[in-house]
Structure formats: C-alpha cells, structure tokens
C-alpha cells in the first residue's frame, strides 16, 4: 500500500511537471535587446588634484 502511495504521487509530479511545459507559445522578439543599456559614469568620487591633508599639529 506505502508503494501505491508513493507511484501514485510521483506520477502526479511527473504529471503536474509536464502539463506546465507550453513550447507552443513562446515568442522571440529579436527586435529588441533583452538588456538595458547604461551610461558610462565615473567612478572617482572627487578629484585627487584638490585633496588637501590635514597637518597632524
């Protein structure tokens, strides 16, 4: 009886499975890029040229 049970819910995975794949209705839109494009920033929070350090006195 515990075999019964357990075919019986494996089938019902194997079912659920493959009643869940569709091929049929998958479209490609090859037109646009799957991707958003990103503006180049720069990475430097502030310019090195103007850094001053403090004096330790």
């Not at 091929?23 to 090859?30: A, R």
């Not at 037109?31 to 920033?41: A, L, R």
Request: glycine share 2%; no cysteine; aromatic share 8%.
């Amino acid at each position: 009886m515990k075999t019964l049970k357990i075919t019986f819910a494996l089938l019902a995975v194997l079912f659920l499975t493959v009643s869940g794949v569709q091929s049929e209705t998958v479209v490609v839109n090859n037109d646009e890029p799957t991707y958003k494009e990103q503006n180049s920033y720069d990475l430097l929070a502030h310019d090195k040229t103007k850094i001053k350090l403090k004096t330790q006195a």
